[in-house]
């Protein structure tokens, strides 16, 4: 399972040139992201607006469900499948969102519950 990075190891992801997996929103990506990111949504700007409404109407918890109906079965796969194929090409990748963490938490979650391990696990 990937690693969650303390203080200390941020200043590494820039003067080690570590590649980066930016999991927000192509739309967020394309507004600024870190040197050395790729971006592999978990939610597609369609997806991330859904639930951003859902947030605002409804709540935390029935935004988190939303998004767990959006985001599985196939769409589920195929994006697990790519953050395993990234992370198998580039073993001392970090996963990062911003703002609460909580889709960088997600995507760790299920990397963690799937078929991929890190070199080293």
């Known amino acids: 399972m990937p690693l969650l990075l303390r203080e200390p190891e941020?200043?590494?992801l820039f003067t080690q040139d570590l590649p980066l997996i930016d999991v927000r929103a192509p739309m967020e990506f394309e507004?600024?992201?870190?040197?050395n990111a790729?971006?592999?949504?978990l939610l597609l700007d369609h997806e991330r607006h859904e639930i951003g409404k859902k947030y605002k109407n409804a709540g935390k918890n029935a935004a988190i469900n939303?998004?767990?109906?959006?985001?599985?079965?196939?769409?589920k796969e195929l994006r697990l499948s790519n953050w395993q194929k990234f992370?198998?090409?580039n073993p001392s990748a970090a996963v990062y969102c911003f703002r609460?963490?909580?889709r960088s938490q997600t995507v760790?979650?299920?990397?963690?519950?799937?078929?991929y391990r890190c070199a080293g696990d």
């Open 38 to 41: 790729i971006n592999l949504p």
């Open 100 to 102: 609460g963490g909580l």
């Open 66 to 75: 939303l998004g767990n109906e959006l985001v599985s079965g196939e769409s």
């Open 108 to 115: 760790q979650q299920w990397l963690s519950r799937s078929e």
């Open 87 to 89: 992370l198998h090409a």
């Open 31 to 35: 507004h600024g992201a870190f040197p």
């Open 10 to 12: 941020f200043k590494d």
